[in-house]
């Protein structure tokens, strides 16, 4: 209701027994004390952000704080850029993370658990005789201190290892215990 007069208190009486100002004014009434709480606090957090902006010696100590930290890491576009291909890569990486965290978990449990060291043992002596396993170890080691000092592991000799059919089956296997696992 839009008036250029002045209401009198008999306009402002008809008004109110209106049904739906009523049932308006009644909503209002009962709301009130969430209204009241809300706006105190608006007023609470306002004048916290009004004192800090007031306060230019604590934002320009806070800024300079910020600026030196920033300058101690000497990042440049080359950094940026890296991050950059870090964050598209990600997706791709994450998949792989997860999958060797559940491998590096799995080994963690089976090597803290005797009964699956024995088990394993005991599976293994059936393959490979347990005498000629302790020599495939030892001369495996022996074989690794005299190439230990030779040149690293490149990209091209993990590949070649990966096609390897025991590595292969190796890994075939793990993938399919931790499907078994993560069922059970």
């Known amino acids: 209701m839009e008036t250029t007069q002045k ?10 027994e209106n049904d739906e100002q009523m049932k308006s004014l009644y909503y209002l009434l009962n ?5 009241t709480s809300a706006i105190r606090s608006m007023e609470e957090k306002l004048a916290f952000i009004g ?18 930290k920033v300058e101690k890491l000497q990042l440049d576009q080359e950094h940026f850029d890296a991050i950059l291909n870090m964050v598209h890569l990600l997706p791709r990486l994450v998949p792989m993370v997860k999958r060797l965290d559940e491998i590096a ?3 963690n449990d ?7 060291i024995k088990y394993a043992i005991n599976s293994l002596s059936d393959i490979v005789p347990l005498e000629k396993g302790l020599d495939i170890i030892k001369e495996t080691n022996e074989q690794f201190k005299v190439n230990n000092s030779s040149s690293n592991i490149s990209i091209f000799g993990i590949y070649r290892l990966l096609k390897d059919p025991m590595i292969q089956n190796g890994f075939k296997y793990i993938e399919i215990l931790l499907d078994v696992i993560r069922k059970k």
Not at 31 to 35: Q, Y
Not at 110 to 116: F, I, N, Q, R
Request: cysteine-free.
């Open 7 to 16: 209401p009198d208190l008999t306009n402002i009486l008809q008004v109110l």
């Open 31 to 35: 709301k009130l004390p969430e209204f």
């Open 51 to 68: 004192s800090v902006m007031e306060d230019k010696q604590s934002l320009n100590t806070l800024g300079e704080a910020l600026e030196e």
């Open 105 to 107: 978990t799995f080994i």
């Open 110 to 116: 089976v090597l803290a658990d005797k009964e699956s």
